[in-house]
């Protein structure tokens, strides 16, 4: 039984970059269910990368910060005559390389870059895509559980939230004219190779595994499960929203491990 609906619909996926990354697994899920996938990466050199990975799917180039490569992506839907029926904001880049700094010593040219790349991009995209939707398409973002305040993740933590912002006023515009819906997905700290890159993150994925109700961190795949949901039929009856897998992370601070850690190594 096809309970999630999604079989013989076709999906654009935005942001891949490697077999660890969300998106790859959220191509790879929706292609078990019997979906068509449509990808997206940055460049050239990367879809060259992925040659072995991709095996004969379709990756389409768009790097979003060059807004004519936006236009462009959205000419060769045209071209291919394709309708979808969801899309999935898997991008995010934020500089660190001038490693963990205080929020306040913020560069301009780094933060608006980021909120280029990992939010307004969301806004562009469903723009130039918006011809090509189905009426009651479904948009997906990925965001970030509540390691809002986490300091090495920086200024990122208020470009995601801009981020949710944005699904929201979205939800709200779009449903002028149809039925059109953007949620957001939350997730806490994931083995990504883009996490890799922040400053510290191993120490951070590792407490936030002891802060979930199971000690066990989420995975990318179970990530991916909620995307599914969102995109299909089956979450009609969700929009504007922001849908949390962290494994109970932001409810356990009180965790007797964590306060009285030496008691458990006792």
Known sequence: MDF????????LVAG??????????????????????????????????LETLLEGREALICDVEDEEQIRSLAQKIFEKNISLDGFVHSIAFANYSRGIQPFHETVREDFLQ?????????????????????????????????????????????????????????AKSFSRESEIRFN?????????????????????YLYAERMTLRKRAVTTQ?????????????SSGING????????????YFDHSLVFPESESE
Request: hydrophobic residues 45%; proline residues 4%.
């Open 4 to 11: 999630l609906g999604l079989k013989d619909k076709t999906f």
């Open 16 to 49: 891949l970059a490697n077999r660890k990354s969300i998106a790859w697994y959220v191509g790879k899920s929706l292609e078990e269910c019997g979906a068509q996938v449509i990808y997206t990466v940055r460049s050239p050199g990367r879809r060259a990368s």
């Open 114 to 170: 980021a909120m280029t790349i990992s939010c307004f991009s969301l806004v562009e995209l469903s723009r130039a895509l918006k011809p090509f939707f189905k009426k009651d398409a479904s948009v997906v973002a990925m965001g970030i559980s509540s390691q809002v305040t986490a300091e090495n993740y920086g200024y990122m933590s208020p470009v995601k939230a801009a981020l949710e912002s944005v699904v929201r006023f979205l």
């Open 184 to 204: 957001c997905v939350k997730a806490s700290p994931l083995k990504t190779s883009a996490s890799a890159g922040i400053p510290g993150y191993i120490e951070q």
């Open 222 to 234: 179970e990530v991916a499960n909620a995307v599914l949901f969102l995109l299909s039929p089956r």
């Open 241 to 252: 929203q922001g849908i949390v897998v962290n494994a109970g992370m932001d409810m356990n």
